[in-house]
Structure formats: C-alpha cells, structure tokens
C-alpha cells in the first residue's frame, strides 16, 4: 500500500480557502488518489477522487502534480460546518490494494468564526 | 437504497459478555468492510470481504473476533468474550468496486463495562 503523509490538524476562519496536501512518494503507476471526509459520530463520506491534473466537484477540488507523488485537496470558503477529519486514501485495482480500503491518521480541519 | 445499515446503535455490555454487531450493506454491493474507531488508534480495517467471501481479517485483533457474511444482504461482527477495551465505535461500510465510492454506516457504539 502507498504510505500517506498529512498534516495532523489546521485551523481556518469561515470564508477561507483551505488546502490540505497529501504526500505518497511511493504511488503506483495505477493507483488512484481518494479524499474522505468525516464528521463526530458519523462515518467517512467520499468527496472526491481523481488519478491526474484537476478534478473537480461541487464539494471540492483536487489537484494532482504530473509526478503524482502529491495531491491537494481544496475546499473553497469554508465554513463551520466543514469542520471534519479529511483522509487521504491512495489505491489502485492493478496492485489490489484499492480493494483494502484503508484509512491513515487523517487531517482535523477546525473552522471557527 | 437506505444506505448501509448497522445495529444496534448502542450497545452497552459487561466484561465477558457476547456481543453482535449486525450490517446490511447497500443492495449490488460486492465488497463490505468492517472497521473500529477509537481515538487512541483512529479508524482501523478489521475485515472486508468480496462476494460474501473474506479477503482479508489481518486487522482481526484476535481470536475473540469473528465475522460472518452469510448472503450479500447481511454481516456480522462478533466479539466472544467482550473485554472493556473493545469499547469503539464500530462502522460498516460496502462499495461495489475498487477505486469506486464507499459507503458507511451510522456505527455501532459499543461500551464494555
């Protein structure tokens, strides 16, 4: 499985862009990257995946340098009720591990006013 | 699809008791995942299976958990004997495929007294 790298935490104000990146040195050529979000008490939610370049969705965006070793989850004027744990998940079918959906320590986003 | 489905959503045991915890994934599914989420040791993969088969329990603490996917419609999780630090938030969550959205359940809260 390609090992991931994210900040512990970061603090935004409401209205800010908030980018949060990911390192996976080891990516495959095959793997995909995939972005979950989870609130208290709930369990993750898909925001948004993508292989290269940009993708973007109505939730977020996510950028992708062509070496692939990075990714960028962007979260334009949040508010306070973005506040979640952000993880970044990378996998392909190629290497299987795309099957073993399996979660890092994550990213705690703590929006306040 | 009412999504994934887990029970109880409480569970409050004593020490030494049997514990099951119930999961109906969404209909088409083809893979399920159990996990267990705990502040010291964030969210952890226990077991998934594919096509009601078990791909993977190497996050299977030990001999105490079981899981069982008897028809593409139900899981469960057992604990045998319970012990106070199985206390967790326990989630199911099923995708039909790598590199495709996964879906989880509300949780099942389970303290161990």
């Known amino acids: 499985l390609a090992k991931t790298t994210q900040p512990i935490s970061m603090d935004s104000y409401e209205g800010q862009e908030v980018n949060i990146t990911c390192s996976h040195n080891n990516i495959a050529t095959n793997d995909y990257i995939t972005w979950y979000q989870q609130f208290p008490s709930q369990g993750p939610r898909f925001i948004i995946q993508g292989y290269k370049t940009k993708v973007t969705n109505e939730v977020a965006s996510l950028f992708i340098p062509a070496d692939r070793k990075s990714s960028t989850l962007s979260l334009p004027r949040v508010s306070l009720s973005d506040t979640a744990v952000y993880y970044c998940l990378v996998g392909g079918r190629a290497t299987g591990t795309a099957s073993k959906l399996t979660f890092g320590t994550g990213t705690r986003l703590q929006v306040t006013l | 699809d009412a999504g994934v489905i887990q029970s109880p959503r409480h569970e409050v045991t004593e020490m030494g008791q049997e514990v099951t915890l119930r999961c109906k994934p969404i209909s088409g599914h083809d893979y399920l995942f159990w996990y267990r989420q705990t502040m010291m040791r964030g969210l952890e993969l226990l077991i998934y299976f594919n096509n009601n088969v078990p791909i993977d329990d190497s996050g299977m603490p030990e001999d105490r958990f079981s899981a069982k996917m008897p028809n593409a419609s139900f899981s469960t999780l057992k604990i045998q004997p319970s012990e106070p630090r199985d206390s967790a938030v326990y989630f199911c969550?099923?995708?039909?495929?790598?590199?495709?959205?996964?879906?989880f359940g509300q949780g099942t809260r389970l303290t161990v007294v």
């Open positions: 969550a099923s995708f039909s495929g790598p590199n495709t959205e996964a879906f």
